[in-house]
């Protein structure tokens, strides 16, 4: 049984605006193993960011706040930590990287002098130790001449090369975990593939588990090992990476994957799922994804389905997959195909 | 054989880096440099390269909405370059624009059927019950309906605003309609239906796009011949599933092993390039792609290669290939 190092457990994280009350983030509960690549995907607005700043409580507070749930880290409730706790463990045991690494990067501070300030915030150091980490540090993210770099500014680099400096300086401290919040997106597909293979290595040789937030289904068939599917605010499906990709259970990840436009495959007309992701609201009845579903029924709209377990350890917020109601789904799914 | 409906000889577009006390050119960014291709009628051309590779230059040359420094872009036989404001003003009628990013380029302030009306107005269609007539008829074309006309650009989501600025595009009947990354804003289950659209309005109306975008996987579904570019230049150019299935040039095979798809079962060759892309200001000498290129020989850092067709409507700029 691998060991679970982070598990949330029905987070709610609400904003509270002068439109009312959104729960962007409404009972999510999902685990990570040590060594583990999870995926979250999902569209924009689905959740997926806020839950990643939920559990290093970086929500800015107010208009966010943390309603309920758990964040266990390691036996730890975080999501009841103080601040200073709160200190000791960002950049040291969770570290996080984000989609720009420009404004991650304080362009007034050289590369070295922000790596050191991570490397001696959380270890007792000179600064002649901490430089030396550095540089160890900037050679394992491969960045060509790392002894000139380290007195250069975050302008002077590129786009990947920053990108590749902020993976530096998560790793820096050698944290558990890695929260990957979109860090490819903002690149070419060619450095893309140089930065997620230099992810994939450092899972492999750290054992630092990685919780990747993206949008592109291609990104996590490439790293992934396990694959959360977010929609407005929910999980609604989950299991291994090849389980999702090939046989999705819940009608969104089925719609999602089958209009995306495939290379190797002639089609003529692509698939789309109607009408647009909704905004998540208070009150809602049903099903969230109910509206643009073509297998639902009456049930989905009145009532709010679970996360139904199924086989391998598969997760599925769907009527279809309640034990019960199996029977009456397939009556109904014969409706629909008559 | 169909008719050639854009003809692009040549194109250049260098910018001017001005720096010092006086301002004085100090240097050129070469952003689109000696790009050459033919669009047919009713054809669908897909453009694609990184960030910076001149793709969305030569689109906005090929308009005239950027200066081109060099070349000609004729448009059914005519040639552009040298027509006067009001000319080209007269002929935009025919070729028309979609964005990139739906909350940019629409006017905040103004109601839908201003922003759709107002290309028609200015190509002449004076009366007003008219123009209202055939705003509803644009909205309902795109797949909104007649009441969204009274709507400002904040009430709608990405997918719909990008369906307003289609319509905008369509108002006046064009022939040509250059897609600047049209779907790259958008969500994957509104991107399919915007790429659905364009399709059923390609063959509705005879439309003939040049489309361009990063994604890969976008522009083989759309497009039926599609051109690489690469710092500023065109590596490689033929129909898509000749380029999918048997890429010629060195950079055209890493850019597509370098997908993520999203099938685990495909066990492809990685090929993960080396380094960045060089700055287009100061280009690589010969071969652009050299200094990444994994077969790059002597000749192609002094030589730059020749666009040349080396098999039937297969159009490479490779040395490996002379």
Same mark, same amino acid.
């Given at each position: 049984?691998?060991?679970?190092?982070?598990?949330?457990?029905?987070l709610?994280?609400?904003?509270f605006t002068?439109?009312g009350e959104?729960?962007?983030?409404?009972?999510?509960?999902?685990?990570v193993?040590?060594?583990?690549?999870?995926?979250?995907?999902?569209?924009?607005?689905?959740?997926k960011?806020?839950?990643s700043?939920?559990?290093?409580?970086?929500?800015p507070?107010?208009?966010? &706040?943390i309603?309920?749930?758990e964040?266990?880290?390691?036996?730890?409730?975080?999501?009841?930590?103080?601040?200073?706790r709160?200190?000791?463990?960002?950049?040291n045991?969770?570290?996080?990287?984000?989609?720009?690494?420009?404004?991650s990067?304080d362009?007034?501070f050289?590369?070295?002098?922000?790596l050191r300030?991570?490397?001696?915030?959380?270890?007792?150091?000179?600064?002649?130790?901490?430089?030396?980490?550095?540089l160890?540090m900037?050679?394992?993210?491969?960045?060509?001449r790392p002894?000139?770099v380290?007195?250069?500014?975050?302008h002077?680099?590129?786009g990947?090369?920053?990108?590749?400096?902020?993976?530096?300086?998560?790793?820096?401290c050698?944290?558990?975990i890695?929260?990957a919040d979109?860090?490819?997106?903002?690149?070419?597909?060619?450095?893309?593939a140089?930065?997620?293979?230099?992810?994939?290595?450092l899972?492999q040789?750290?054992?630092?588990?990685?919780?990747?937030i993206t949008?592109?289904l291609g990104?996590?068939a490439?790293i992934?090992?396990?694959v959360?599917?977010?929609?407005?605010g929910?999980?609604?499906?989950?299991?291994?990476?090849?389980?999702?990709? &090939?046989d999705?259970?819940?009608?969104?990840?089925q719609?999602?994957?089958?209009?995306?436009?495939?290379?190797?495959e002639r089609?003529?007309?692509?698939?789309?799922?109607?009408?647009t992701?909704p905004?998540?609201k208070?009150?809602?009845?049903g099903?969230?994804?109910?509206?643009?579903?073509p297998?639902?029924?009456?049930?989905c709209?009145?009532e709010d389905?679970?996360l139904y377990p199924l086989?391998?350890?598969?997760?599925?917020?769907?009527?279809l997959y309640?034990?019960? &109601?199996?029977?009456?789904?397939e009556?109904?799914?014969?409706?629909i195909?008559? | 054989?169909q008719?050639p409906?854009l003809e692009?000889?040549?194109?250049?577009k260098?910018?001017?880096?001005?720096?010092?006390?006086?301002g004085?050119k100090?240097?050129?960014?070469?952003?689109?440099?000696?790009?050459?291709?033919?669009?047919?009628?009713g054809?669908?051309?897909?453009i694609?390269g990184?960030s910076g590779?001149? &793709?969305?230059?030569?689109?906005?040359?090929?308009?005239?909405?950027?200066?081109?420094t060099?070349?000609?872009?004729?448009f059914?036989?005519?040639?552009?370059?040298e027509?006067?404001d009001?000319e080209?003003?007269?002929?935009?009628r025919?070729?028309?624009?979609i964005?990139?990013?739906?909350y940019?380029?629409?006017?905040?302030?103004?109601?839908?059927?201003?922003i759709?009306s107002?290309?028609?107005l200015?190509?002449g269609?004076?009366?007003?019950?008219?123009?209202?007539?055939?705003?509803?008829e644009?909205?309902?074309?795109v797949?909104?309906?007649?009441?969204?006309?009274s709507?400002?650009p904040?009430?709608?989501s990405?997918?719909q605003r990008?369906?307003?600025?289609?319509?905008?595009?369509l108002?006046?009947?064009?022939?040509?309609?250059?897609?600047d990354?049209?779907v790259s804003?958008l969500?994957?289950?509104?991107?399919?239906?915007?790429?659905?659209?364009?399709?059923?309005?390609?063959d509705e109306?005879?439309?003939?796009y040049?489309?361009?975008?990063h994604d890969?996987?976008?522009?083989?579904h759309?497009s039926?011949?599609?051109?690489v570019?690469?710092?500023?230049?065109?590596?490689?150019?033929?129909?898509?599933n000749?380029?999918y299935?048997n890429?010629?040039?060195?950079y055209?095979?890493?850019?597509?092993?370098a997908?993520p798809?999203?099938?685990?079962?495909?066990?492809?060759e990685?090929m993960i390039?080396e380094g960045?892309?060089p700055?287009p200001?100061?280009?690589?000498s010969g071969?652009?792609?050299h200094?990444?290129?994994?077969?790059?020989m002597?000749?192609?850092?002094e030589?730059r290669?020749q666009?040349?067709?080396i098999?039937?409507?297969?159009?490479?700029?490779?040395?490996?290939y002379?």
């Amino acid at each position: 049984m691998p060991e679970t190092i982070l598990e949330l457990n029905e987070l709610h994280t609400h904003f509270f605006t002068d439109n009312g009350e959104i729960p962007a983030v409404d009972g999510v509960s999902l685990s990570v193993n040590k060594g583990e690549v999870v995926g979250i995907v999902g569209e924009s607005g689905c959740g997926k960011s806020v839950t990643s700043l939920s559990i290093m409580q970086l929500i800015p507070q107010p208009p966010g &706040k943390i309603v309920s749930g758990e964040i266990n880290f390691k036996g730890e409730n975080l999501a009841n930590s103080s601040n200073k706790r709160m200190k000791q463990i960002r950049g040291n045991e969770i570290s996080m990287i984000f989609q720009e690494p420009m404004t991650s990067l304080d362009p007034l501070f050289t590369i070295g002098n922000q790596l050191r300030e991570a490397i001696q915030l959380h270890n007792k150091m000179s600064k002649k130790e901490a430089s030396d980490r550095a540089l160890d540090m900037l050679e394992m993210v491969g960045i060509p001449r790392p002894k000139e770099v380290l007195s250069e500014y975050p302008h002077q680099l590129s786009g990947g090369m920053r990108q590749r400096v902020m993976i530096a300086m998560a790793m820096s401290c050698d944290p558990e975990i890695l929260i990957a919040d979109e860090p490819t997106t903002a690149l070419d597909v060619t450095i893309q593939a140089q930065i997620l293979d230099l992810m994939k290595k450092l899972n492999q040789e750290k054992d630092t588990a990685i919780m990747l937030i993206t949008h592109d289904l291609g990104v996590v068939a490439e790293i992934c090992d396990r694959v959360v599917v977010m929609y407005s605010g929910q999980v609604v499906e989950e299991g291994t990476t090849r389980e999702i990709l &090939k046989d999705p259970k819940h009608p969104y990840s089925q719609g999602l994957i089958k209009s995306l436009p495939k290379i190797h495959e002639r089609e003529q007309k692509l698939y789309s799922i109607p009408g647009t992701v909704p905004k998540p609201k208070m009150g809602v009845k049903g099903c969230r994804f109910a509206q643009r579903c073509p297998m639902a029924f009456e049930r989905c709209f009145q009532e709010d389905p679970e996360l139904y377990p199924l086989e391998n350890n598969r997760r599925s917020r769907c009527f279809l997959y309640d034990d019960a &109601k199996r029977e009456v789904t397939e009556n109904a799914n014969a409706d629909i195909r008559s | 054989m169909q008719t050639p409906i854009l003809e692009v000889n040549g194109l250049k577009k260098y910018f001017d880096i001005r720096g010092g006390v006086f301002g004085r050119k100090v240097g050129e960014v070469k952003a689109v440099d000696d790009v050459s291709f033919t669009v047919m009628e009713g054809e669908i051309l897909g453009i694609v390269g990184e960030s910076g590779c001149g &793709k969305s230059t030569t689109g906005k040359s090929i308009l005239r909405l950027i200066e081109p420094t060099e070349g000609k872009v004729k448009f059914q036989d005519k040639d552009i370059t040298e027509l006067s404001d009001e000319e080209m003003r007269q002929l935009r009628r025919n070729m028309q624009i979609i964005f990139q990013d739906p909350y940019a380029s629409l006017n905040p302030r103004h109601t839908v059927e201003k922003i759709i009306s107002e290309p028609l107005l200015i190509h002449g269609l004076t009366d007003k019950n008219e123009r209202k007539k055939r705003v509803t008829e644009l909205l309902e074309i795109v797949g909104l309906s007649g009441y969204h006309a009274s709507r400002y650009p904040h009430q709608f989501s990405g997918g719909q605003r990008q369906r307003v600025g289609i319509a905008r595009a369509l108002a006046n009947n064009p022939k040509l309609l250059i897609c600047d990354e049209p779907v790259s804003a958008l969500d994957v289950s509104v991107q399919s239906q915007i790429l659905n659209l364009m399709e059923e309005l390609r063959d509705e109306f005879n439309l003939t796009y040049v489309f361009i975008a990063h994604d890969l996987s976008v522009v083989k579904h759309i497009s039926d011949r599609i051109g690489v570019m690469y710092l500023g230049r065109m590596v490689e150019l033929t129909e898509k599933n000749k380029l999918y299935d048997n890429p010629k040039h060195p950079y055209t095979k890493a850019l597509l092993s370098a997908i993520p798809l999203p099938d685990p079962d495909i066990e492809k060759e990685r090929m993960i390039l080396e380094g960045d892309v060089p700055s287009p200001a100061n280009p690589p000498s010969g071969c652009a792609f050299h200094t990444r290129c994994p077969l790059a020989m002597e000749v192609c850092k002094e030589v730059r290669p020749q666009f040349n067709e080396i098999e039937d409507n297969h159009f490479v700029a490779c040395h490996l290939y002379e």
